[in-house]
């Protein structure tokens, strides 16, 4: 019986610091945020419409954590490793402050889940949905200015993949 071996259990974590980020890596954070910009604005728009702002919280928390989850390289074992998100910050000062958000959101959500009521109100839910935004805005900003050539093959390879003639 042979035993089947991962051909990524040997890859390690980027190493951190001003262009850290290797080339496959920041291919797949494109193309993952590609992605995410179609779903996770419906998510968006469909929690502002959403009539429980515990619930609308939850939507906004889990499109919070998609959006989180593309600037993060897990390996085959799906162990979460070093962020490219750290690189990202690293090189990027100004994305910083989204590092709070995420935790503040962390811990509101925790909180719901104890059935901790009351902790959120519909002003909250605004605000969450504006911040989401303005991230998805400047991440994508980053991106495109600091890695142009990926970002351009990877709308080009979508629209191929959306024509049907093929992804390169």
């Known amino acids: ?6 051909r990524h259990t040997r890859q390690q974590a980027p190493s951190l610091g001003k262009g850290a980020l290797r080339r496959r890596d920041m291919s797949t954070l494109v193309y993952k945020a590609l992605a995410l910009m179609d779903d996770g604005n419906r998510l968006l728009h ?15 928390h889990y499109a919070a954590l998609r959006y989180a989850g593309a600037v993060t390289v897990h390996q085959a074992s799906r162990r979460p490793q070093r962020p490219v998100w750290d690189a990202l910050v690293q ?15 962390a811990q509101v959500r925790s909180r719901l889940d ?4 009351g902790v959120i109100t519909a ?17 994508w900003t980053i991106l495109v200015h600091q890695y142009p050539e990926l970002t351009h093959r990877a709308h080009e390879n979508r629209s191929r993949a959306r024509a049907g003639t093929g992804v390169i």
């Open 91 to 105: 090189d990027n000062p100004q994305c910083g402050r989204w590092v709070t958000v995420w935790e503040a959101s």
């Open 46 to 60: 469909a929690a502002r419409r959403h009539r429980d702002p515990e619930d609308a919280f939850r939507f906004i």
């Open 114 to 117: 104890r059935g901790d009521r």
């Open 123 to 139: 002003a909250d839910i605004n605000q969450w949905h504006e911040t989401c935004l303005a991230f998805r805005e400047e991440m």
């Open 1 to 6: 019986m042979t035993t089947r071996r991962n």
